[in-house]
């Protein structure tokens, strides 16, 4: 049974960009009318809006439409988290396996984590799929080590969202999550003292393309009562070899 389509006029109007094809790289107001069984005037008024939106562009040469380049944009966001990952996995999995914890990989999105995949030690069941969750930037380890290397406008907004306390360890002081990012920038990664969940600690770093932009963040998270300074001693450079060898391939 097909699922009730929850904003109907949503779904028109992306039916629209589904009309565009290799074979049919143009097409014009009557011809997507046609192809849909919509009325003209209703699919100029979406047509119009994807132009102002950057998601359709119109050829002055025949008024006809074609896909924006803000398509493009949004294609290359998916592209390069795939190849990411693609890069950043074995990597991860021999971290996971060295320090017999989970490992997280992230990018930063708008104030936000989104996680895009985790791997668990070898002979140790998977931890639940990752993709998509979403997380504060502000206390979680991965998250502060990306956001203590984004342009401070980032940060800015972040705080001026709101730090909403999760734990009684959660920094929700703006001087204090400034003081906590500058550190990071001083020792090169983060360190989450169950900020974010209690029970959980992690040590996470950014990782940022040649140049010098951060366009993710890996961690090392596990249990509080075993991820003592000694751990943090250990992993700390396991984190920073595998960070530097990620960043030589992309």
Same mark, same amino acid.
């Given at each position: 049974?097909?699922?009730?389509? /929850?904003? $109907?006029?949503?779904? &028109?109007?992306?039916?629209?960009?589904?009309?565009?094809?290799?074979?049919? +790289?143009?097409?014009?107001?009557?011809?997507?009318?046609?192809?849909?069984?919509?009325? $003209?005037?209703?699919?100029?008024?979406?047509?119009?809006?994807? =132009? &102002?939106?950057?998601?359709?562009?119109?050829? +002055?040469?025949?008024? /006809?439409?074609?896909?924006?380049?803000?398509?493009?944009?949004?294609?290359?966001?998916?592209?390069?988290?795939?190849?990411?990952?693609?890069?950043?996995?074995?990597?991860?999995?021999?971290?996971?396996?060295?320090?017999?914890?989970?490992?997280?990989?992230?990018?930063?999105?708008?104030?936000?984590?989104?996680?895009?995949?985790?791997?668990?030690?070898?002979?140790?069941?998977?931890?639940?799929?990752?993709?998509?969750?979403?997380?504060?930037?502000?206390?979680?380890?991965?998250?502060?080590?990306?956001?203590?290397?984004?342009?401070?406008?980032?940060?800015?907004?972040?705080?001026?969202?709101?730090?909403? &306390?999760?734990?009684?360890?959660?920094?929700?002081?703006?001087?204090?999550?400034?003081?906590?990012? $500058?550190?990071?920038?001083?020792?090169?990664?983060?360190?989450?003292?169950?900020?974010?969940?209690?029970?959980?600690?992690?040590?996470?770093?950014?990782? @940022?393309? &040649?140049? @010098?932009? =951060?366009?993710?963040?890996?961690?090392?998270?596990?249990?509080?009562?075993?991820?003592?300074?000694?751990?943090?001693?250990?992993?700390?450079?396991?984190?920073?070899?595998?960070?530097?060898?990620?960043?030589? /391939?992309?």
């Amino acid at each position: 049974m097909t699922e009730e389509v /929850k904003v $109907k006029s949503l779904y &028109k109007a992306l039916k629209v960009l589904g009309c565009f094809s290799v074979s049919k +790289p143009e097409l014009g107001i009557t011809e997507i009318s046609e192809q849909l069984g919509l009325y $003209k005037s209703n699919v100029h008024n979406i047509a119009d809006t994807f =132009v &102002k939106a950057g998601f359709l562009e119109r050829n +002055p040469e025949n008024e /006809k439409y074609r896909l924006g380049f803000k398509i493009l944009e949004l294609s290359h966001i998916i592209s390069s988290n795939i190849n990411l990952r693609k890069i950043v996995l074995p990597y991860m999995q021999e971290l996971a396996n060295e320090t017999n914890e989970t490992t997280y990989l992230a990018v930063p999105r708008e104030g936000e984590v989104i996680y895009l995949d985790s791997c668990s030690p070898k002979h140790q069941l998977s931890t639940r799929s990752m993709l998509g969750i979403k997380a504060p930037l502000y206390c979680t380890g991965i998250g502060k080590a990306m956001l203590a290397f984004l342009p401070e406008e980032i940060v800015d907004s972040v705080i001026t969202g709101g730090l909403v &306390k999760y734990t009684d360890q959660t920094i929700d002081n703006p001087q204090k999550l400034r003081e906590e990012l $500058k550190d990071i920038r001083t020792r090169g990664y983060s360190i989450d003292n169950m900020e974010h969940e209690y029970g959980i600690k992690c040590l996470g770093m950014p990782i @940022r393309d &040649k140049n @010098r932009q =951060v366009v993710a963040g890996i961690s090392i998270s596990g249990p509080s009562l075993r991820f003592d300074e000694q751990n943090i001693k250990d992993y700390s450079p396991l984190l920073q070899q595998a960070v530097q060898s990620i960043e030589g /391939k992309i």
